[in-house]
């Protein structure tokens, strides 16, 4: 079983920058493909950015250039880097890994199938105000 702890979230202002951070108990895969997701009241989950174990990223257009997903594999975090926040950025966050039912090719298209993500954390709340 893989436990995944976010942390980092808080209130910031417009413009500011969080960074969130996901302890996992292990990477239970030698190649996995690990994501951030969030979901605000009222709406649907979506995904926020995915990194496989090679590096590759993919991110949601709303968030490109403005957010930086990275991970630290020899210490098992993920992280999720958040420059320019915006009060539509407020969001429960949660961080995913794929579920070995997936290869991690696709892991640049599992961004829009949060169902494919097997582990997920309890979430850290992120609130932007204007």
């Known amino acids: 079983q893989v436990q995944l702890v976010e942390s980092g979230g808080g209130s910031v202002q417009s413009g500011g920058s969080l960074r969130l951070s996901c302890a996992a108990s292990r990477f239970t895969y030698s190649r996995h493909c690990m994501g951030w997701f969030r979901q605000a009241p009222g709406k649907e989950r979506e995904g926020v950015a995915v990194?496989?174990?090679?590096?590759?990223?993919t991110y949601a257009d709303s968030v490109k250039g403005r957010f930086t997903i990275s991970q630290d594999n020899a210490e098992n975090t993920l992280y999720l880097q958040m420059n320019s926040l915006k009060p539509d950025d407020t969001a429960m966050y949660y961080c995913?890994?794929?579920?070995?039912?997936?290869?991690?090719?696709?892991?640049?298209?599992?961004?829009?199938?949060?169902?494919?993500?097997?582990?997920w954390g309890q979430g850290t709340q992120v609130t932007v105000s204007s």
């Open positions: 995913a890994q794929l579920s070995s039912l997936y290869s991690i090719t696709f892991c640049a298209t599992s961004i829009g199938r949060s169902s494919r993500f097997r582990y």
């Open positions: 990194i496989d174990t090679s590096g590759t990223t």
